[in-house]
């Protein structure tokens, strides 16, 4: 079975521009969340999508952004980049509804903005 | 604000003895507690999790412990291996949000 892919895996924008990451869960996974690591907050929760809807939000300004298709892709959107957002983008999917299943990361997406 | 903590940023440990990676959190809500191994240019895979109604659980070589009271969370690792060296994560779920800590980067000398 493949693993969560993430593309792209690296990108470089500069201050202001928007930015669109995506990402394939694990094939009959239906809940995909998205995470932003960075070295000094560690990784911080985004969103979580289920079936299209979002289930789940983090402390992230109106900025961040994301969408659930109905293959369960996922894209996240960042708009009006700051230094701020350079970080690891990850995301992680899971097949049922319980919160305590477990997760599965992709490899991520290393964002600089410069 | 912060919720989980790992205060430890990096650990080195002698291959063949004990690892412990601590976990400290605030929030008395969390229900359900996770480790997390990630390796440089991977994801976090899991590792292993323990309920809040348990004070123990162990699989293999990893045991994590569990003190409510304390509001600590840790991950023993005995026999400790060269494999092993990574970032681990700890995290904890309250309602439907995972709330990870910063890491600690393990190194195991052989």
Known sequence: KAGVTQTPRYLIKTRGQQVTLSCSPISGHRSVSWYQQTPGQGLQFLFEYFSETQRNKGNFPGRFSGRQFSNSRSEMNVSTLELGDSALYLCASSSLTGVTDTQYFGPGTRLTVL | ?110
């Open chain 2, 1 to 110: 604000d912060q919720q989980v903590k790992q205060n430890s940023p990096s650990l080195s440990v002698q291959e063949g003895r004990i690892s412990i990676l601590n976990c400290d959190y605030t929030n008395s809500m969390f229900d359900y507690f996770l480790w997390y191994k990630k390796y440089p240019a991977e994801g976090p895979t899991f590792l292993i999790s323990i309920s809040s109604i348990k004070d123990k659980n162990e699989d293999g070589r990893f045991t994590v412990f569990l003190n409510k009271s304390a509001k600590h969370l840790s991950l023993h690792i005995v026999p400790s291996q060269p494999g092993d060296s990574a970032v681990y994560f700890c995290a904890a779920i309250a309602g439907n949000q995972f709330y990870f800590g910063t890491g600690t980067s393990l190194t195991v000398i052989p």
